[in-house]
């Protein structure tokens, strides 16, 4: 890539076009700027007990409310309120 004849090419267009490359080239910045932030390596999780297994949790709430009356019903309820 020969940037002279990018910034010549650049400086030849209108002015609105100059503008939508500046925008497009601060996007590009923060895109790769972004990137860069992800591909970070992840610290190993090294504390918490690990030994816990999911399958424990499968229905924990399988008596709560699932729409919006019934959790505003069972709101009500407990406040006193209806």
Do not use: C
């Amino acid at each position: 890539m020969n940037t002279a004849q990018l910034l010549n090419d650049i400086e030849q267009l209108p002015s609105e076009a100059q503008r939508q490359i500046a925008n497009f080239i601060a996007f590009i910045k923060v895109r790769y700027q972004y990137q860069s932030v992800e591909t970070k390596p992840k610290p190993e999780i090294t504390e918490g007990d690990k030994s816990i297994n999911s399958s424990d949790f499968v229905g924990m709430w399988a008596d709560r409310p699932i729409n919006l009356s019934d959790i505003r019903n069972h709101a009500w309820q407990r406040s006193g309120s209806k």
